[in-house]
């Protein structure tokens, strides 16, 4: 794309480039092992799917969706330094929507919903009530009978609940959801379970692992709530369960710290490996650390957000499964408040503002006939009709409209 205007934008910034630490190194192997690990266990029967052809059209559709992020930490002047991938590794050959507004409420589970639905959702912020209108992985199984591995959301945020993967609406619903996948709740079960079974003896130190534990749940305690780490996992095969906990329990005893993002990437690329799901969505949040008030970390979970995005892309490349047949979307589910606002500034997103409504969307891959930097203003319910048409679908009612630059 002409990156122009961009690139003048930021000419003479320095774009980050973070060097890693030792421990950081360190903590990617375990979270890669872990990842690996649950992947592992869940998906057994996987490895069947290589060479499945995809139903409908043919065409794959990844969504990668980023908690709150505001365009003064990113797409604007100032923001560019922090995600130096978007810019530079992937910019180029993207179809970049500068202005992709969210209309509805800007709490996650509505926002997310509302993406993934194509209709503005005004149900229960905390998640607990379905999506009311049906979600693309309900559309695409429905509309193309396509099988339950098809279709997988992997999420890092617990305000989702495994609701997020099918509506309540008549003749959809869970039977044609998504196989949703919480992957640090998982993790923190796992520790939960060994602790309660004794079997803690096994573990080197039970002290480390309950402080392990503390610090896990309190770092995604993002919105301030209580929750229960075993909500997640209720409809999880009970047999996939106890396989999961072990070899987690296992490997969390040997004390690695956690972030959310990280596990969530590491379980979407083992899903692509073994399952190659035609539609697969992955949240990342930890941007959200933004609600404890520390800007430094906020700007670190962008960067990791921007890292983890560009290995996703490296991922749909390199898999024969996905390479020349994948759409991959990437977008924020909404801003956060402006500087000097009521609400704290960056810590929320709530103000009825441009600073929180009014963000970005980029695509990149099958579904982008000339890479541009789109101008003009789209809504983010515009997107899920635009995906169903690159699987194949039929047109969704959607209060979204498609897009004319994406097709495949
Ligand atoms: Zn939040």
Redesign the pocket.
């Known amino acids: 794309m002409e990156n122009g205007p961009l690139v003048d934008a930021c000419a003479g910034a320095k774009l980050f480039r973070g060097d890693e630490s030792p421990q950081d190194a360190s903590r990617r192997r375990f979270l890669s092992g872990a990842g690996l690990l649950i992947a592992g266990a869940m998906l057994p029967e996987a490895r069947a799917a290589q060479n499945r052809k995809s139903p409908g059209s043919g065409h794959k559709v990844v969504v990668a969706i980023v ?2 992020i505001r365009r003064a930490e990113s797409f604007s002047p100032e923001g560019l330094q922090y995600i130096p991938h978007l810019v530079s590794d992937l910019g180029p050959d993207s179809l970049l929507y500068l202005h992709a507004h969210n209309d509805g409420v800007t709490a ?1 589970f509505n926002a997310i919903s509302s993406i993934l639905t194509g209709n503005w959702q005004r149900v229960d912020d905390w998640g607990n009530q379905a999506p009311a209108t049906p979600t693309l992985f309900e559309q695409y199984r429905k509309n193309l009978r396509a099988e339950a591995g098809d279709t997988w959301l992997v999420a890092s945020n617990k305000a989702l609940t495994s609701r997020i993967g099918a509506s309540s609406a008549s003749y959809y619903g869970p039977e044609f959801g998504a196989n949703v996948v919480f992957p640090k709740q998982l993790m923190l079960m796992a520790i939960v379970n060994a602790l309660r079974n004794g079997r803690t003896r096994d573990m080197a130190d039970r002290d480390k692992v309950e402080a392990e534990l503390e610090t896990a749940m309190a770092g995604s305690n ?2 301030g709530l209580g929750w229960n780490v075993f909500d997640a996992a209720d409809q999880l095969d009970p047999r996939v369960r106890t396989t999961i906990e072990t070899a987690i329990a296992d490997f969390v005893h040997g004390g690695g710290p956690t972030s959310g993002d990280e596990l969530t990437f590491f379980m979407t690329r083992e899903i692509m490996r073994k399952f190659a799901p035609s539609l697969l969505v992955t949240v990342f949040s930890d941007v ?1 650390v933004a ?1 404890f008030g520390s800007y430094a970390m906020h700007l670190a979970g962008i960067r990791t957000a921007d890292r983890l995005v560009y290995q996703l892309w490296q991922e749909i490349e390199a898999n024969p499964e996905y390479r020349d047949k994948t759409t991959f979307l990437i977008l924020p589910e909404f801003g956060r408040d402006p500087d000097g606002s009521s609400t704290n500034g960056f810590f929320n ?1 709530r103000a009825d503002e441009d600073s929180t409504r009014d963000t970005w969307a980029m695509a990149l891959g099958a579904g982008v006939g000339q890479p541009a930097i789109v101008e003009r203003p789209i809504r983010q319910v515009d997107l899920c009709p635009s995906l169903a048409a690159l699987l194949g679908c039929r047109p969704l009612e959607s209060q979204g409209t498609s897009l004319p630059e994406l097709r495949g």
Do not use: F, K, P, R
Request: proline share 0%.
């Open positions: 908690g709150g996650h993002y919105e959200e609600h997103h």
